[in-house]
């Protein structure tokens, strides 16, 4: 597909819900996108400003401290042991990098990417912007011959859910079995709720429990952005199978794809300091125990969502129509027809709004049932 034949941004579609939502008495509820409303911890924000002398161009591998400080983080954070500086890499967010990745392993034209049925639309745009086929599939049986990537959300956006450690090897083995890549974006792992989540680590594709050590064409993808609300700082990265982090590494050399020397050692310090990501996990499991009772008594079901900053609820009837009775109560949410053809009752419902608007929500939508 010609870069010019890509369909619209489906958000501009929201525009009249936006403005319904927004003519709310109370004023406007924001759920539908999943940008932090919290600050940026202090400790972060204070390694920031002491690296702003950079006058001297960054590197595209990242610092040797921040290269190790990834290391750490997933060795101490996700039990993910075997990596070194030679398998990670930074990057300027996560988006770009899912936008990029088939073109920048030499995808093409009689390619697939798989991708999960419940999808957040780059890792579409991705393969389109390649020349390759995208495939909307969570059954590795199904995966054909042709497939080249495969795309693994864990917790997933926008349904939350959570793959385990079984789901995970099944998945690697038939990816190995095609010779395609696999690759794990799993930006909201330190954001686990239900069942065996909310008292352990949320797996890794990495995790020596799926690959038994060898990372070969594994690759996972962890952004600061949700742990540290560092959205608007665009500072993620990559790790894992080394041969495929030095193709990415050239590419990016290439591209000039750097990110910026403070960030990088802003980086160091948000992967250093726990104390800040716990608490950030506080703030949103406090809003979600207030905002999926108040959708549950509204009458939604809630499904999935065992990890991760959203809510995926239904209320079995086609999603415009629940976005419309929401932006009655000015809440706004995001439809499931925006993240593939398979989900078209859900809807999507961020815990990335202050504590008042939260609440807020939990209240109009109590009000709605006893009226």
Same mark, same amino acid.
């Given at each position: 597909?010609?870069?010019?034949?890509?369909?619209?941004?489906?958000?501009?579609?929201?525009?009249? #819900?936006?403005?319904?939502?927004?003519?709310?008495?109370?004023?406007? /509820?924001?759920?539908?996108?999943?940008? %932090?409303?919290?600050?940026?911890?202090?400790?972060?924000?204070?390694?920031?400003?002491?690296?702003?002398?950079?006058?001297? #161009?960054?590197?595209?591998?990242? &610092?040797?401290?921040?290269?190790? =400080?990834? /290391?750490?983080?997933?060795? !101490?954070?996700?039990?993910? &042991?075997?990596?070194?500086?030679?398998?990670?890499?930074?990057?300027?967010?996560?988006?770009?990098?899912?936008?990029?990745?088939?073109?920048?392993?030499?995808?093409?034209?009689?390619?697939?990417?798989?991708?999960?049925?419940?999808? #957040?639309?780059? #890792?579409?745009?991705?393969?389109?912007?390649?020349? =390759?086929?995208?495939?909307?599939?969570?059954?590795?049986?199904?995966?054909?011959?042709?497939?080249? +990537? /495969?795309?693994? *959300?864990?917790?997933? *956006?926008?349904?939350? @859910?959570?793959?385990? /450690?079984?789901?995970?090897?099944?998945?690697?083995? @038939?990816?190995?079995?095609?010779?395609?890549?696999?690759?794990?974006?799993?930006?909201?792992?330190?954001?686990?709720?239900?069942?065996?989540?909310?008292?352990?680590?949320?797996?890794?594709?990495?995790?020596?429990?799926?690959?038994?050590?060898?990372?070969?064409?594994?690759?996972?993808?962890?952004?600061? $952005?949700?742990?540290?609300?560092?959205?608007?700082?665009?500072?993620?990265?990559?790790?894992?199978? %080394?041969?495929?982090?030095?193709?990415?590494?050239?590419?990016?050399?290439?591209?000039?794809?750097?990110?910026?020397? %403070?960030?990088?050692?802003?980086?160091?310090?948000?992967?250093?300091?726990? !104390?800040?990501?716990?608490?950030?996990?506080?703030?949103? @499991?406090?809003?979600?125990?207030?905002?999926? %009772?108040? +959708?549950?008594?509204?009458?939604?079901?809630?499904?999935?969502?065992?990890?991760?900053?959203?809510?995926?609820? &239904?209320?079995?009837?086609?999603?415009?129509?629940?976005?419309?009775?929401?932006?009655?109560?000015?809440?706004?949410?995001?439809?499931?027809?925006?993240?593939?053809?398979?989900?078209?009752?859900?809807?999507?419902? $961020?815990?990335?709004? &202050?504590?008042? @608007?939260?609440?807020?929500?939990?209240?109009?939508?109590?009000?709605?049932?006893?009226?």
């Amino acid at each position: 597909m010609a870069l010019g034949a890509l369909p619209d941004y489906p958000w501009d579609l929201m525009a009249p #819900y936006r403005e319904r939502a927004a003519a709310h008495a109370d004023g406007l /509820v924001d759920l539908s996108i999943g940008s %932090p409303v919290d600050p940026t911890p202090d400790v972060v924000r204070e390694a920031l400003a002491r690296a702003t002398d950079a006058h001297a #161009y960054p590197q595209t591998t990242g &610092t040797p401290a921040l290269r190790a =400080a990834i /290391v750490e983080w997933f060795a !101490r954070r996700r039990g993910v &042991t075997g990596l070194d500086a030679a398998s990670v890499l930074p990057t300027i967010g996560s988006k770009e990098l899912v936008a990029l990745l088939p073109f920048m392993l030499g995808l093409g034209e009689g390619d697939v990417v798989v991708h999960p049925r419940a999808a #957040y639309p780059t #890792y579409e745009m991705g393969a389109l912007f390649a020349g =390759a086929r995208a495939l909307a599939s969570d059954d590795p049986r199904e995966w054909p011959a042709e497939t080249r +990537l /495969v795309w693994l *959300n864990t917790p997933g *956006n926008p349904d939350g @859910r959570v793959l385990s /450690v079984e789901e995970l090897r099944a998945a690697r083995t @038939r990816a190995l079995e095609l010779g395609a890549v696999i690759v794990s974006d799993e930006c909201y792992a330190e954001l686990g709720w239900d069942g065996a989540w909310a008292d352990e680590p949320v797996p890794s594709l990495l995790d020596p429990r799926v690959t038994d050590g060898d990372h070969h064409h594994a690759l996972a993808i962890y952004s600061l $952005s949700k742990q540290s609300n560092m959205a608007g700082y665009r500072a993620a990265f990559i790790a894992g199978c %080394p041969e495929s982090i030095a193709r990415l590494t050239n590419v990016r050399k290439h591209a000039g794809l750097m990110p910026p020397a %403070p960030l990088q050692e802003a980086m160091v310090v948000a992967l250093g300091d726990e !104390r800040h990501v716990d608490e950030q996990k506080a703030r949103y @499991r406090a809003r979600r125990d207030l905002l999926r %009772p108040a +959708l549950e008594a509204a009458g939604f079901r809630i499904d999935r969502s065992e990890g991760g900053l959203y809510l995926w609820a &239904t209320e079995g009837r086609d999603a415009w129509d629940s976005i419309a009775r929401l932006a009655d109560l000015g809440i706004l949410a995001g439809p499931g027809h925006f993240y593939g053809v398979h989900f078209p009752a859900h809807v999507r419902l $961020s815990l990335t709004a &202050t504590d008042e @608007r939260i609440a807020a929500a939990a209240e109009r939508l109590s009000a709605s049932v006893a009226s």
